[in-house]
Structure formats: C-alpha cells, structure tokens
C-alpha cells in the first residue's frame, strides 16, 4: 500500500512526526528521495507535492494521501475522505483591499479576481451568481491588487496577518480547511487502509490525554469515582493481585495498608487540563502513590 504525503512545506514534518508517532516508522527516507520504505512492509510512502496528492490518489498511483482539505477540492477529484488529522488549519478567504470598491461578493461582478485555487474560486462566485474573472497566479497573490493585476484575492490565511500587512480585509469566508488523510474509494474499506486509519486516529485520541493513576481506600471508592472525569470511567483493580475489577469493585480482596486502611488501585486516563484540580482533589479523599503518565496512542 502506498501512502502519498507532502514532499515539503509546512505540512511535510507534522505529517512525518503523525506517521512516526503512529508506529509507521520511516526507512531509508532520505530527505531527496521520491519514497521511503516503512517498518510495515506492505506500507511505503510517497513523497509528492502537497498539490498533486488528490490526483495520484485518484488516479491510483497511491492508495492513501495525506494533504489538505483545499488541495482536494481544488483537484476536483472523487476521493474518500477518512480522517481529519486536526493540523494544517487554515482558512480560504475572499479578500480585497481595505479601501477598494469590494466589500462583497456581489461587487465582484465585472472585476478580476487573482488566486492560486482558481478552480474553487470559480465554483465560489458562480454559486453566488457572479460574473468575475477568475486568474490564477503561482504566488504573492496579496501584491496582486495593488499592481493593478486583480480587485480581489482568494487566499490562504491562518491568522489573517499577512493579510493585514498589505492592507487587505477578509470579504467573506471560501472554504475551511485542515489536513486530511484520504483514500482511493475502491480501497477505503480494504482491511491494511483501516489499520493504517487506526493507527492514526489512536495518536490524534491520545493528545491531551494523560493516565492518572493511584491507590484509593475502599471507603472512599464512590468519592473519588465522582471527581475523576475519566473516559468511560475509571478501571479499579486489586493492588495485591492486579486483578481487573472493572468498575464495581468489592472489598474482600483489596490490600491493606500500614495505617490499616483497605485500599485498591485506580487507573484513569484524564484530560491534560483536569489533570492538575483532580489530583488536588483525591488526595483530599485519601489517594495515594499517585502517578501521572503520557499517553502516546489511544485506541478505543
């Protein structure tokens, strides 16, 4: 199976770090070689450009593809979209300058309108009813009106700074976008593309997450139940044992402590920002040995 990612660029290394992470660890990926082998063996990954991912997905020269959601629609092919990966967040904007005549899309009618996603962009403004020219430019889009080349832009922003800088405000918005993980349709339900989504999806559950872990008196077993905002609960096992009681523990086989006490163990896995507030709190209650790890991947 083949696995088409940005070759370079912004999205290049976070894609790398979440195949890394995922357990799809690069082999003799060197930085200008065209593929790279994996730890999977049925596993190699492609290094194209981010623009031309949706293409080599469709027209099968890959089976997977990891780019942005703007890059696909641009491409206007038919794919599967799987996953949304949670990076790469940015916004396909209309924007035009702050002291021009456009300050809507219906005062597009009639004027030039310069963009590296001509394709979406003219989708866009026909959908409105609008007749513009749409022209493509390779970069530096937001100089564009302030040459004379165009009255307007659609462009990429994130947070809309660049655009400040050349005098340029946000007319309304085309598209979000983030990176996406797609697929080939007629392989999206093939057995090796789930593992692959799995993987991923179960680095994407761990951020942010934390196990909590620590030795409870039995006693206070339902008060500390109540203050752990755990996934699905929190898992309660014999100290002595290590048996699993799942979450209706009895007493008879916890372990008791040097001040007498009957007390079992907790494991929970807990959001990274309540980590801190239910720590305080189960040690008000009596929890002890307590321990707080990362979580590298989640798969529910």
């Excluded at 598209?175 to 007629?186: G, K, N, P, T």
Aim: some cysteine; overall charge negative.
């Amino acid at each position: 199976m083949r696995i088409a990612v940005p070759n370079k660029g912004r999205l290049h290394e976070p894609t790398i770090d979440l195949l890394e992470r995922a357990g799809l660890h690069l082999e003799n990926g060197a930085d200008r070689k065209l593929y790279a082998e994996t730890v999977d063996p049925e596993v190699t990954v492609l290094f194209v450009r981010a623009a031309d991912i949706p293409e080599y997905v469709a027209d099968g020269a890959a089976d997977l593809g990891i780019t942005g959601l703007d890059q696909v629609h641009e491409a206007g092919v038919d794919v599967a979209e799987l996953l949304d990966l949670e990076f790469g967040r940015c916004r396909l904007v209309l924007a035009a300058p702050e002291d021009g005549d456009v300050e809507r899309v219906a005062d597009l009618e009639g004027k030039t309108v310069a963009t590296e996603f001509p394709n979406v962009t003219r989708e866009f403004v026909a959908e409105r009813g609008v007749d513009a020219d749409v022209v493509e430019v390779t970069g530096a889009t937001e100089l564009t009106p302030h040459v004379e080349m165009a009255d307007a832009i659609v462009d990429i922003t994130s947070t809309g700074t660049t655009l400040a800088v050349n005098r340029l405000a946000v007319v309304e918005e085309v598209l979000e976008s983030s990176v996406r993980l797609f697929a080939r349709e007629d392989v999206a339900d093939e057995p090796k593309v789930r593992e692959v989504q799995t993987a991923l999806s179960s680095v994407l559950a761990a951020e942010g997450k934390r196990y909590l872990m620590m030795n409870v008196p039995v006693d206070r077993l339902d008060d500390v139940r109540e203050v752990i905002p755990g996934l699905g609960g929190p898992t309660i096992m014999d100290i002595a044992s290590g048996g699993e009681r799942g979450d209706s523990p009895g007493s008879q086989n916890a372990t008791r402590s040097d001040d007498g006490a009957e007390k079992v163990a907790v494991h929970a896995v807990v959001d990274e920002r309540d980590v801190f507030e239910t720590i305080t709190e189960v040690k008000k209650l009596g929890a002890s040995g307590i321990l707080v790890t990362e979580i590298e991947r989640l798969v529910d």
